[in-house]
């Protein structure tokens, strides 16, 4: 069983899934624009602008977005080959917070940001640690220092550290 405050999970599991927003490193994009990659699955008509504003707002593009001649609704190519890593990695965390899900999971996800955006990035997600659950996988120590707990996989144990013990 997987309990959630008391209540299993899989009897709700559509609710459960839709709850969690995954940011893995290597983020999936198909041919189409900035706006439907973001608001993915959603039906031209019910992408809601105000949400993809949000979204792109937190994820730290809608600068790039915006001095773009088409704004969102610029057509990236198959698998975003019209943009930089970064870019996309930012579309990818976009997609996560479109819907404003209670549980965020970023899986290497900041890899591709340069250190100015990443930092403005870490700020922003900061601010949200008291509103939502995230957990975030990284292999670099010093984008944990506002984490609240800590833990570190190794010789296949799973085991909180001490946060002063980081850079």
Not at 49 to 73: G, R, S, T, Y
Not at 96 to 115: C, G, K, M, R, V
Request: proline share 2%.
């Amino acid at each position: 069983k997987i309990l959630l405050n008391g209540s299993q999970i899989n009897k709700e599991l559509n609710s459960w899934q839709n709850s969690i927003g995954y940011i893995p490193q290597s983020i999936y994009l198909q041919d189409d624009t900035i706006e439907k990659n973001i608001a993915f699955g959603q039906s031209e008509a019910n992408i809601d602008k105000q949400k993809l504003f949000n979204a792109m707002n937190q994820a730290v593009i809608n600068e790039f977005v915006n001095n773009l001649p088409l704004k969102e609704q610029t057509i990236i190519g198959e698998n975003g080959k019209t943009l930089s890593g970064g870019q996309i990695q930012r579309i990818g965390i976009a997609r996560a917070l479109y819907n404003n899900p209670s549980i965020l999971i970023f899986d290497e996800s900041t890899n591709s940001l340069d250190s100015n955006t990443e930092r403005e990035f870490m700020n922003i997600l900061n601010h949200s640690k008291n509103k939502k659950i995230i957990i975030f996988v990284t292999h670099k120590l010093e984008l944990l220092n506002n984490c609240d707990k800590i833990f570190q996989i190794k010789d296949n144990r799973l085991k909180q550290i001490n946060t002063k013990n980081l850079p």
